[in-house]
């Protein structure tokens, strides 16, 4: 209960004292489920806190509305929406109201596009599927003031948003007296002396704030339009170069490193970065396509699998040279399109180009045990289930449509303890599990429940058994 207590406080000042309120901008029912039961059992409060919306157009007006009335704002928004970024309406929100705070919503995504959207202005990410006491932290990390440190400097932005930068400069310092060498804080005395156009002053507290945290962005990109108001080139291209490093994703940038090698007669560097430019946006706008077959075929998969199919597979060659593991939900979801067609060898072939790509993907292989199944080779199947709980051996076991095909595939395979281990872990799942039940006592009858009660004694599973939490049966 104190825990929850700490969590629910935060979050409640902003909202009931401090005028907040949660903006969301997102189609995705499940998430919304989560954080409508977050909102009202955690953190006791109302769901008129909270709006939603399911367009960018609406989620930039109502925030410009309610910036206007001075109300305190948390935008919560996926990454993308039916294969459309986000990532411009995250710059918008940063350039225009900056005091907004936003949460990214996404499933899993790579190190290199998280550091891009954290530079472009992202504050936090939530990683989906999300509990709700998870998600109270979150919310409640995202708004709780870092004690007086954040006070201080929450004041100061405010105050050199306004165009009051003495008193900006003396928030900072005095938030530089309560923590010296706060990165933050001598971010906030840097803008205040460059808004005062005293350069070289800032410039040595950016200079400062990167040593203290040379992984932190901020301090290199003012450092760079420093430089730039000042006509330094060499010095400008240096920190670009360095901010390209951290953050490669950044397809302006790399246009921005190109003319400056240009402008200082560097041409073949140049054509370098414009052709690593082209390249990027290249890749980005595959994924966009990639991403916008993948909702068409998400649409076609009840009625038409064999459109599905289709478009799920434009959504894999969209992305041919660019492939991760971001992509394993497609190709489970063709997997299950070509199985539903009867296609149990594609779907094979599919899985199998899956684990090319993530060998150690516990649920891939778990599908693949499924698509060998259809075609009646068993001892592939528990193969292939046998992999997967080498990485995860509680795979299954919390889930009893899982754990009963689990249970099916050893004993399709002739593996019939393994087999009455499954059974047995369903019907603790659910007791009601009338096939589960009804092959449990087969198996019993056939004295198959001692070796179960072995392999329960001491261990969920055998350690060369082990298997993921699947997101389907298949």
Same mark, same amino acid.
């Given at each position: ?17 401090? @005028? ?11 998430f919304l489920n989560v954080f409508t039961r977050t909102v009202v059992q955690v953190l ?12 960018? +157009?609406?989620?930039?007006? /109502? ?15 996926? !990454?993308?929406?039916?294969?459309i970024s986000h990532i411009q309406l995250i710059k918008h929100v940063k350039l225009f ?39 109270? *932290?979150?919310?409640? @990390? ?38 010296? =060498? ?5 971010? $906030?005395?840097?803008? &205040? ?7 070289? =002053? ?10 203290? /945290? #040379? ?6 990109? !003012?450092?760079?339009?420093? %430089? ?40 073949? &560097?140049?054509?370098? +970065? ?5 390249? $990027? ?16 075929? #998400? ?11 289709? %478009?799920?597979? %434009?959504?894999? *060659? ?26 149990? !060898? ?32 068993? *001892? ?11 990485? @995860? ?35 603790? $799942? ?6 589960? /039940? ?19 004694? #001491?261990?969920?599973?055998?350690? #060369? ?7 389907? +049966?298949?």
């Amino acid at each position: 209960m104190e825990v929850l207590t700490r969590l629910a406080q935060p979050v409640q000042n902003f909202v009931l004292q401090e @005028n907040g309120l949660f903006l969301l901008l997102t189609k995705d029912a499940g998430f919304l489920n989560v954080f409508t039961r977050t909102v009202v059992q955690v953190l006791a409060l109302k769901p008129v806190c909270c709006r939603i919306h399911t367009s960018a +157009e609406d989620a930039m007006k /109502a925030i410009g509305q309610l910036a206007a009335r001075d109300r305190k704002l948390v935008l919560l928004v996926e !990454r993308e929406i039916e294969g459309i970024s986000h990532i411009q309406l995250i710059k918008h929100v940063k350039l225009f109201f900056p005091l907004v705070r936003i949460i990214l919503l996404t499933r899993e995504i790579q190190e290199d596009l998280l550091i891009l959207l954290h530079e472009l202005g992202t504050d936090s990410v939530i990683t989906k599927p999300i509990g709700e006491r998870a998600l109270a *932290e979150k919310l409640a @990390n995202a708004i709780r003031p870092m004690g007086k440190l954040g006070d201080l400097l929450e004041k100061g932005k405010s105050h050199l948003l306004r165009g009051n930068t003495s008193m900006a400069m003396t928030l900072g310092e005095e938030a530089l007296r309560h923590k010296p =060498d706060s990165p933050s804080a001598l971010m $906030l005395v840097g803008d &205040a002396l460059r808004a005062m156009e005293r350069h070289e =002053d800032a410039l040595s507290a950016y200079a400062e704030a990167h040593h203290s /945290a #040379e992984l932190y962005l901020e301090p290199i990109k !003012r450092l760079i339009q420093t %430089y730039s108001e000042l006509g330094d080139s060499v010095k400008e291209l240096e920190y670009l170069e360095r901010l390209d490093r951290l953050s490669p994703l950044n397809v302006e940038r790399k246009v921005q490193i190109g003319g400056l090698k240009l402008k200082l007669g560097n041409l073949s &560097a140049a054509d370098r +970065e414009f052709g690593k430019a082209v390249k $990027l946006t290249t890749d980005q706008a595959m994924s966009l396509i990639s991403g916008l077959s993948r909702n068409i075929a #998400e649409q076609c998969m009840a009625q038409a699998p064999e459109l599905a199919e289709r %478009y799920l597979r %434009y959504s894999l *060659e969209a992305k041919q040279k660019i492939l991760s593991r971001s992509d394993m939900e497609t190709f489970n979801a063709l997997g299950l399109v070509l199985r539903m067609q009867g296609k149990w !060898r594609e779907a094979v072939a599919e899985y199998r180009k899956a684990l090319d790509i993530a060998p150690e993907d516990e649920i891939i292989r778990y599908n693949l045990a499924l698509a060998f199944m259809d075609g009646e080779e068993y *001892e592939n199947a528990a193969a292939e289930v046998e992999r997967a709980l080498v990485t @995860n051996g509680e795979f299954g076991q919390d889930n009893d449509t899982v754990c009963f095909n689990l249970g099916h595939i050893f004993w399709r395979a002739g593996n019939l303890p393994m087999a009455m281990f499954y059974f047995t872990q369903t019907l603790k $799942l659910n007791p009601d599990h009338e096939e589960a /039940a009804r092959m449990a006592r087969k198996l019993a009858d056939e004295g198959h429940v001692g070796e179960a009660k072995e392999l329960t004694a #001491e261990t969920p599973a055998p350690d #060369e058994l082990k298997e993921p939490d699947a997101s389907s +049966e298949g």
